[in-house]
């Protein structure tokens, strides 16, 4: 490799028997005496090579590749970046996460430090790494990333904020690129100016602000009043219920047992389904659960012995009615969750249904 290394590598890629991870100790002794641009180093090439026609996935052999572009002397990070992006569009991270990281920060490549940040969705490190070396661009395209989760966009735009107030040499260059972000408002970006600030500087920001706050709050003043118009609607229809009736022909029938409704105490819904009191406790009974059907036996039972009167009685009759008499069983709410049982049951004479 040191004498011949072009012509050697040549002979390498012709070998489809070659293990590259064997090979890595001879392409590291090389790189530490190839005084060559990135393109032109051979052990970049074997490697490069083994990745991209061999498909290699050996974590050995992508974290050699990030260690050669990592510590080489160029300022360029571009060969560098180029394939942690690579391994990112292709949805594959062959290399250590943690490794490259760390190679990243001793030789000061920010962009490379800070992708492989938001691959680790550690945006707040990522930007603080872009900020740190004032890469503003960089950051700012960093906090739009988290696009889904605006509580934390902001906050990294207030990092990004922080940063571009505190070392521009106007304020007025600073409210311009800060409008990138439609989460910031002024009074975020407030505490960051100067102690003395001239306001004129901001003038047409708090001017925006305040006229949005004032649509805000008439905004709200209507739904406020349309609350209260709701409101209202509803006690007067509360009211109004007291004065409702039904009419009920002298030949109507019980909608469970179809005999005349007048015959006994009942009950006329809304939808003008009627029904006997009593068969319609046994209705509600069949499709309410174990413990509301135990408390409408025990109210029937107490109001039927006629043993409590007074007020108390009444309470329980009310809480009968509320209870039974809640919802029609044909067409509520109650009828909806009986949609799957069987219109022919085990009691009933099959024959009858019979065509």
Not at 242 to 249: C, G, L, P
Request: hydrophobic share 40%; aromatic share 8%; with cysteine.
């Amino acid at each position: 490799m040191t004498h011949v290394a072009v012509e050697l590598v040549e002979v390498m890629m012709r070998q489809n028997n070659l293990e590259a991870n064997k090979l890595i100790p001879a392409l590291l002794n090389y790189n530490k005496t190839a005084d060559v641009p990135l393109n032109q180093n051979q052990a970049v090439r074997y490697l490069q090579f083994c990745i991209n026609q061999r498909h290699s996935t050996e974590t050995a052999v992508h974290n050699t590749v990030v260690s050669i572009y990592a510590a080489h002397p160029t300022q360029d990070e571009t060969a560098l970046f180029q394939y942690l992006q690579t391994q990112s569009a292709s949805h594959e991270q062959n290399y250590d996460a943690d490794f490259a990281l760390r190679l990243c920060i001793a030789h000061q490549r920010v962009q490379s430090c800070v992708h492989i940040y938001c691959t680790m969705n550690q945006y707040a490190q990522a930007v603080d790494m872009a900020l740190k070396h004032d890469q503003m661009d960089l950051a700012a395209n960093v906090a739009d990333r988290p696009g889904n989760d605006p509580a934390l966009r902001k906050k990294l735009w207030l990092k990004v904020a922080k940063k571009v107030i505190g070392q521009s040499k106007g304020i007025k260059a600073a409210m311009d690129f800060l409008k990138r972000c439609e989460l910031l408002r002024i009074e975020d970006l407030i505490p960051f100016f100067p102690d003395f600030v001239v306001i004129d500087d901001f003038k047409e920001e708090i001017c925006a602000a305040l006229e949005e706050y004032s649509r805000q709050i008439e905004g709200l003043k209507r739904e406020m009043d349309e609350s209260a118009n709701t409101a209202q609607h509803i006690k007067e229809d509360i009211k109004s219920l007291d004065q409702r009736y039904a009419i009920v022909e002298p030949g109507e029938k019980c909608w469970s047992c179809r005999l005349p409704l007048l015959m006994r105490q009942f009950f006329v819904f809304p939808c003008q389904h009627s029904f006997h009191a009593d068969c319609l406790g046994k209705m509600v009974l069949q499709s309410v659960g174990m413990g509301k059907g135990k408390r409408i036996k025990e109210l029937q039972t107490e109001v039927g012995r006629a043993v409590v009167t007074g007020k108390k009685r009444e309470r329980m009759v009310k809480e009968l009615d509320a209870l039974v008499a809640g919802a029609c069983v044909l067409c509520s709410e109650m009828a909806v969750k009986r949609i799957d049982e069987p219109f022919v049951t085990a009691s009933d004479n099959k024959n009858e249904w019979t065509i």
